[in-house]
């Protein structure tokens, strides 16, 4: 068995990413409710009984809704930060002291037959970071959830197979919406959420030669829409030198419905 994954939920209500090999099984947050979770897996012909950790990006509820719920059903190990630990605890309710374990930003830990890297990025949280799975010469980076993208992530992620990379609004959207100037703010900030236009940038600087799937997360259900996400990361990509073919896909991830459980 290679390395499979699906995006179980992307976007502003919750967010959790599944990553198994023979050996491992990985989900990457738990930003629904207990109950949404296990329909989610249930979509995927997989048991979040099967897991074997949950990694923990950052203590916002829409990343962690249902790791306490899960971890405490399922007798799953949790894996996170310092900080991000004492950020969430109480939110998470009674977690056993066994199931605790530290993570740092920057440290490559192994599990089973996947290497997986952890790296900081710039959001409005505790000490948020992200995952890159490295699993018999394939890589795969979960990148949301950042205000920008700075030249030692893009060196972290570079030459992925798989990238679940942020495309969180659409800029005219933001700017004309609902939102008062205070949220808007903080979105369009260092510490907010990437850009369409900004990922396709971004991901112009990291993508390589070999075939590379890229999945387009976190967006925003106010100031953002499926078709105008894909054609404007499609249009930078392009303006940038890549075009979106076959040897590069674009996919689309939904808030309440997974991707297909694929192998990199």
């Not at 799953?76 to 066994?98: C, R, S, V």
């Not at 990922?199 to 799937?213: F, Q």
């Not at 404007?232 to 890549?242: C, D, I, R, S, Y």
Request: aromatic share 8%; hydrophobic share 40%.
């Amino acid at each position: 068995m290679n390395l499979k994954f699906s995006v179980l939920a992307s976007g502003s209500s919750g967010n959790a990413i599944y990553v198994a090999t023979e050996k491992q099984r990985i989900l990457v947050d738990a930003g629904l409710s207990g109950k949404a979770m296990d329909e989610l897996f249930k979509k995927i012909d997989c048991c979040p009984s099967d897991l074997d950790a949950i990694l923990v990006t950052h203590e916002h509820s829409d990343h962690i809704k249902g790791v306490g719920i899960l971890a405490r059903k399922y007798n799953i190990p949790i894996f996170a930060n310092e900080k991000t630990w004492h950020a969430m605890d109480t939110a998470l309710g009674n977690i056993p002291l066994e199931q605790k374990f530290i993570f740092n930003m920057e440290e490559t830990k192994v599990f089973g037959d996947i290497d997986i890297e952890s790296f900081g990025v710039s959001h409005d949280a505790a000490e948020p970071m992200f995952y890159v799975f490295h699993h018999e010469g394939k890589k795969l980076s979960v990148i949301t959830d950042t205000g920008y993208v700075s030249d030692r992530m893009k060196g972290t992620i570079r030459e992925s197979d798989v990238y679940i990379f942020e495309s969180n609004h659409d800029m005219n959207m933001l700017r004309m919406g609902k939102y008062p100037w205070s949220v808007k703010r903080r979105i369009l900030s260092d510490v907010g959420h990437v850009s369409n236009e900004d990922a396709g940038l971004a991901l112009a600087e990291v993508i390589g030669t070999k075939p590379t799937r890229v999945y387009l997360a976190h967006l925003s259900k106010d100031n953002n829409m499926k078709d105008l996400a894909h054609l404007t990361v499609k249009q930078t990509l392009a303006e940038q030198g890549f075009e979106v073919g076959d040897d590069l896909k674009l996919y689309d991830t939904d808030p309440a419905k997974p991707t297909e459980l694929l192998t990199v």
